[in-house]
């Protein structure tokens, strides 16, 4: 896994050092992050009933600063993306290990000045080197997979000591979560601050936009409209079982994982060059429902429920933050049909997505989301692909006062 991590690093390296941006910068960084005890196994249950407390964390981040050439470039201040590696280390990993990943990153900065930045930004990734749940390894119900998805958010100020080198210090917050495609996945969730120190090999300096008056410029105007979305999405449920054994007449424990696809359409209406809110109504198929604890998993399972009974279909809010061609998407809903099978499994309607998507060329996208429930257990991860009507994104031309800085080298 680490090698493998480190050769497609090296290779997404290359990919950055001959973009069209050359406003590279090389972050090494570190943290000592709270462990939340959210579970048994992080609160103590374990070989030796030692608690899992703290993690140290190390990580090594390339990103890449948009330049000003393009009109978008002045929407966010300073938009930059990137990607890096990361080791992880708890004060007990007997029964978990030491986690080691690759991730990406898209970053903007709130703030950006001659000498201090605030910076936010968003890393998603995989992680490896776990020592997952398995039928030695029960104490571990944390993680259950060898290969977990790895989140990371988080806000940070930056001191440019001089033109090359910059102070970095903030906080963060870590997720590790498999999506629920293979259960126990109770999730691993640390809150940790970050100390780090950049190097820039060229100077990056900020400079105002030509006044409108002694220079004409194309950058950017906006019309708010309105979009349809249709996408159809796949995806994967683990259920964790446990029914009785014929063979000793006792319970036993048992995993499986389940196909999941749908269809869903959204119409929004984009209010703004970074805003859009919308209604999205969807039809989900997930052969998990039925599936649940007190089944029988293997011979003998009675499996009594027609195709429509595995059916569900759910009305949502929906919020885009669009980021150029990425966007941030956050759906709060509930189910408005659902057969009492899957009421067992959730006791709840609420149910929400947050996820990633990207806008390619001709207005189709690609997107990936989680699927929660009570805005606190994961359900699944959706993997989808669509296409967007009327789709109108950075055109015309736009009064200097909504672009007062750009990032530009010298």
């Not at 995989?126 to 290969?147: C, D, Q, R």
């Not at 440019?160 to 870590?174: E, K, R, V, Y």
């Not at 906006?222 to 000793?248: E, I």
């Not at 424990?253 to 859009?276: V, W």
């Amino acid at each position: 896994m680490k090698r493998k991590a480190v050769l497609i690093f090296c290779f997404l390296l290359s990919i950055l050092g001959n973009a069209q941006d050359n406003n590279l910068a090389f972050t090494l960084s570190l943290g000592n992050g709270w462990v939340a005890p959210i579970n048994d196994f992080v609160r103590g249950i374990n070989e030796d009933n030692t608690k899992i407390t703290y993690m140290q964390n190390f990580s090594l981040r390339v990103t890449n600063e948009v330049d000003g050439t393009q009109p978008w470039h002045y929407l966010y201040n300073g938009y930059y993306y990137g990607f890096g590696l990361f080791h992880g280390r708890f004060n007990y990993s007997k029964n978990i290990g030491n986690p080691f990943g690759i991730y990406s990153i898209i970053g903007a900065h709130v703030v950006n000045t001659q000498r201090f930045a605030l910076k936010t930004e968003v890393a998603f990734g995989l992680s490896g080197i776990w020592k997952g749940y398995s039928e030695t390894n029960k104490y571990n119900v944390a993680v259950s997979t060898p290969v977990e998805c790895y989140l990371h958010l988080d806000v940070e100020g930056q001191y440019n000591i001089n033109d090359n080198f910059h102070a970095n210090l903030g906080a963060a917050f870590i997720h590790f979560s498999n999506g629920t495609m293979k259960k126990p996945n109770k999730g691993l969730n640390i809150l940790t601050p970050i100390i780090g120190l950049s190097y820039s090999p060229e100077k990056i300096v900020h400079t105002k936009k030509y006044k409108s008056s002694e220079t004409e410029y194309d950058i950017l105007s906006f019309t708010p409209h309105w979009q349809t979305l249709l996408s159809a999405y796949f995806g994967q449920k683990g259920v964790f079982v446990t029914y009785p054994n014929p063979d000793t007449n006792n319970m036993t424990d048992a995993r499986a994982a389940y196909p999941i696809f749908g269809i869903q359409g959204r119409f929004q209406r984009q209010l703004t060059f970074t805003h859009s809110l919308g209604l999205c109504l969807d039809v989900t198929y997930n052969e998990s429902i039925g599936k649940n604890v007190k089944s029988y998993y293997t011979n003998g399972f009675k499996d009594d429920l027609s195709l429509y009974q595995r059916f569900t279909s759910s009305i949502y809010l929906t919020y885009e933050y669009n980021l150029h061609n990425f966007s941030f998407v956050l759906d709060p809903g509930i189910y408005i049909y659902r057969h009492k099978e899957n009421e067992k499994m959730y006791y709840s309607k609420f149910i929400q997505r947050i996820g990633l998507r990207y806008q390619f060329p001709k207005n189709i996208f690609a997107q990936f989301t989680l699927r929660a429930y009570d805005f606190r257990k994961a359900d699944y991860i959706e993997w989808g692909i669509g296409y967007r009507f009327k789709h109108k994104f950075h055109e015309g031309k736009a009064i200097e006062k909504r672009i007062p800085f750009v990032l530009t080298k010298e």
